[in-house]
T-cell receptor, first 112, second 108 residues
């Protein structure tokens, strides 16, 4: 059974640009959540999706958005990138609510 | 004050030692997760528990709901156990709230 796949693994962008990150959950999993990890703030929750519906959103500015498709794949988008957006972005999938989370390897975004 | 507190922040051990990492949380939860993160970033779920105790190989996780406290134990530690161990909680959603992590280094 394939794990959670995040693409791309590494990304370098310039301030002001926008970026789209992708997360393909484990087959059959309908829940996808996104997290940002930085040295200063640690791991912080971004979004939670279940069956194409956003069920929860973290305390991030509107430049951060996401969506989930009918095949459960999810994307997150960050517009007007700032230096502080440099981070490891992780997604996790679950089969059902409140079950074990399976994480992808993450996308390391560097904004220069 | 962080909702999830972990201790210690850093831990150094000799191979073979018994290791304990602690996690405390402030309000009632639906589940507590212990996660492992190696350099490079990938996170692996070790345990998810809402009561009692779970064991997997040399790893043991316990939770005391009344005291709002959980512990992760590693028996016979090995250098390959060196990683960051993270405690996280959920409240009937899939939103994980994380502790700050414990960096463990095990020396041969």
């Amino acid at each position: 059974k394939a794990g959670v796949t995040q693409t791309p693994r590494y990304l370098i962008k310039t301030r002001g640009q926008q970026v789209t990150l992708s997360c393909s959950p484990i087959s059959g999993h309908r829940s996808v959540s996104w997290y940002q990890q930085t040295p200063g703030q640690g791991l912080q929750f971004l979004f939670e999706y279940f069956s194409e519906t956003q069920r929860n959103k973290g305390n991030f500015p509107g430049r951060f958005s996401g969506r989930q498709f009918s095949n459960s794949r999810s994307e997150m988008n960050v517009s007007t990138l700032e230096l502080g957006d440099s981070a490891l972005y992780l997604c996790a999938s679950r089969g059902q609510v409140n079950t074990e989370a399976f994480f992808g390897q993450g996308t390391r975004l560097t904004v220069v | 004050k962080n909702e999830v507190e972990q201790s210690p922040q850093n831990l150094t051990a000799q191979e073979g030692e018994f290791i304990t990492i602690n996690c405390s949380y402030s309000v009632g939860i639906s589940a507590l997760h212990w996660l492992q993160q190696h350099p490079g970033g990938g996170i692996v779920s070790l345990f998810m528990l809402s009561s009692g105790k779970k064991k997997h190989g040399r790893l043991i996780a316990t939770i005391n709901i009344q005291e709002k406290h959980s512990s992760l134990h590693i028996t016979a530690s090995h250098p390959r156990d060196s990683a960051v161990y993270i405690c996280a909680v959920t409240y009937n959603t899939d939103k994980l709230i994380f502790g700050t992590g414990t960096r463990l280094q095990v020396f041969p």
